[in-house]
């Protein structure tokens, strides 16, 4: 996929290898890389993958690995957790006695 | 000249770019051994009281209603013995202009940071503090980058830590993401160093100061209501400001008889910079992986000496666990019409068990709602558990194991706040006091530092370092 100049775009970079990291660091993070993303305006044409500038927002220039063009938030509520229900159900039953008051 | 960027070479740099980052120098304050004048550096690099109302009133922050919470006070009293269940009131925090008690933080860091000319403000912070200083920036026409710690190595992140990005985007903030990993830290000093704007550190004497009005409004609001101060207040407690900047505003509305209560969210078993178990939490604040270490050593975080000093103010320290805050987080919808962001209900749930040890014509105060909104909602927090293998179900909440298992309580009455043993965490602080400081022998002000740090007397103090001995 190819960015055109100005496009939203997310980069990436390697803060830190794992022989990098710090030494009060627990084992298991140890084995992997400290990376950073970081949204902005590009600032070349260029292809996934390659080394770009960016703009951020604020207007700092960053370097980085292009990783995603126009990047969404894709967070959302979820999937239902039906558990979620019987709580309210539960509630009412105990603090207004059900039926009797329906 | 080229500077040494190395992790060791940044670190090396600490103390330098934080004098310039923060404005502050923390020296002025300090004594010969372990004691430095905190009193002292409130009030010199704080702000007054007045000052803050004011400097928060012009952006929106504060004056947010203190509601009763009738149904849930019934509730509780069901499972109460007869003539206990004290009133529950909650300070609704989420009417800030951020969504939280924290703009109250903010306002008074980036109102500092733009007085006193810096260009922008950066905050290292996955939390609701973001959004706050992205919040308040944004009104003074500063430039904001905010720090996170966000995804594991596979790129998977907390849904709430997402939405709170997506909330500083909103607010025209640069976020950067990290992987897990205590060098965030390193990241951050390399952005201050950069950019030379203004360290919007949590634990400031500016950030704490922010917060005396939160209690001071308590009181005053609660004197208005019920011609009384309440009698006991429940904090959220992490990092400790929350809980030391609402008990300094109790001070100075003059409530000195209202309990401070701490309560974090039980985390045990689970370390916080663990890559492979960071997205097994359901909670990324408000906890215990926060709220002892803070505790016992307030001095790790991102300034020499942290405003935040929880044991100073702290009358008792309890813990509730996951699935009883997203129990209760859901009541607060279904019985209260309050639809709020799990972690600041936290402390809703240590009080809704606490109400049932107090007489009924006592009044319990909940200092703080978050905002709630995708990503950072009791369903997509339990559905993100859910998918990273966390067993969800009912039962009694007590055999919750963190990182493994949610029990949400089969009933109400099953909801119980665990206390911690305060006094070994004061020891714990004291030995680490006497650890970090390479001290051997005490001073007389040493001792009546210690003694006024974990709110007890020179005769505690001696007692414990007699133990430590």
């Known amino acids: 996929m190819e960015a055109k100049k100005g496009d939203w775009v997310n980069v990436y970079n390697v803060v830190l290898k794992p022989d990098e990291r710090a030494p009060q660091v627990p084992e298991d993070t140890k084995k992997v890389p400290l990376e950073m993303w970081i949204k902005g305006f590009i600032q070349e044409d260029a292809q996934i993958g390659d080394m770009v500038t960016i703009k951020t927002i604020i207007g700092r220039e960053v370097r980085g690995k292009l990783v995603e063009i126009n990047p969404s938030y894709k967070h959302s509520f979820g999937n239902t957790v039906p558990e979620v229900f019987q709580i309210g159900l539960q509630l009412k039953e105990i603090l207004f006695g059900g039926e009797d008051h329906e | 000249m080229n500077k040494d960027m190395s992790y060791e070479g940044v670190m090396s740099r600490k103390n330098e770019i934080m004098k310039e980052a923060v404005g502050i120098d923390y020296e002025r304050f300090e004594g010969k051994g372990i004691a430095f004048d905190y009193e002292k550096m409130m009030r010199e690099t704080g702000y007054t009281l007045e000052e803050m109302k004011k400097i928060q009133r012009s952006t929106g922050v504060g004056n947010t209603p203190l509601l009763e919470l009738k149904n849930l006070t019934n509730l509780a009293r069901k ?161 400790g400001g929350n809980l030391t900047g609402t008990a300094r505003g109790l001070v100075k509305a003059g409530s000195e008889n209202t309990l401070v209560v701490g309560a974090s969210v039980n985390l045990e078993g689970l370390h916080m910079a663990s890559d492979d178990q960071f997205n097994k939490k359901s909670f990324t604040t408000g906890h215990t992986g926060f709220g002892i270490p803070f505790a016992t050593w307030p001095d790790r975080s991102d300034v020499p000496r942290s405003a935040a000093r929880p044991l100073r103010y702290m009358d008792r320290y309890v813990t509730v666990s996951q699935g009883e805050v997203f129990y209760m987080t859901e009541s607060l919808a279904q019985l209260e019409g309050l639809e709020r962001g799990p972690a600041g209900n936290t402390s809703l749930a240590a009080a809704f068990s606490l109400a049932q040890e107090l007489d009924e014509d006592k009044i319990i105060v909940v200092q703080e709602t978050e905002y709630t909104g995708a990503g950072k909602h009791i369903q997509p927090q ?88």
């Open chain 2, 79 to 239: 499972f109460s013995d007869k003539g206990k269940g004290a009133r529950i009131f909650i300070k609704d925090e989420a009417s800030n202009p951020s969504g939280s008690f924290k703009a109250r933080r903010a306002a008074n860091s980036v109102y500092h940071a733009k007085k006193n000319g810096y260009k922008g403000v950066i905050a290292a912070t996955s939390g609701n503090y973001g959004a706050a200083v992205a919040s308040q920036a944004a009104i003074h026409g500063l430039k904001c980058i905010i720090v996170q710690e966000c995804y594991d190595s596979k790129g998977k992140g907390q849904p709430e830590i997402i939405e709170k990005a997506r909330k500083c985007e909103a607010y025209g903030a640069e976020v950067v993401q990290l992987t897990v990993g205590p060098e965030l830290f390193y990241s951050f000093l390399v952005l201050l160093e950069e950019t030379g704007y203004f360290n919007a550190s949590l634990y400031t004497p500016f950030g704490i100061a922010g917060v005396e009005t939160l209690g001071y409004e308590i009181s005053m609001q609660m004197r208005a209501l019920e011609g009384r101060d309440p009698d006991v207040v429940v904090c959220t407690n992490a990092g």
């Open chain 2, 382 to 469: 339990l559905s993100f558990a859910r998918e990273n293998g966390i067993e969800i179900k009912f039962g009694n909440p007590k055999e919750e194991i963190p990182g493994e298992s949610i029990i949400l309580p089969e009933h109400p009455s099953l909801i119980k706040a665990e206390d911690l043993d305060l006094n070994k965490i004061k020891k714990s602080y004291i030995k680490n006091c006497l650890k970090n400081n390479n001290v051997k022998k005490l001073s007389n002000e040493d001792l009546e530092f210690l003694a006024a740090d974990t709110k007890t007397d020179i005769e505690f103090v001696k007692k414990i370092l007699k133990e430590l001995k």
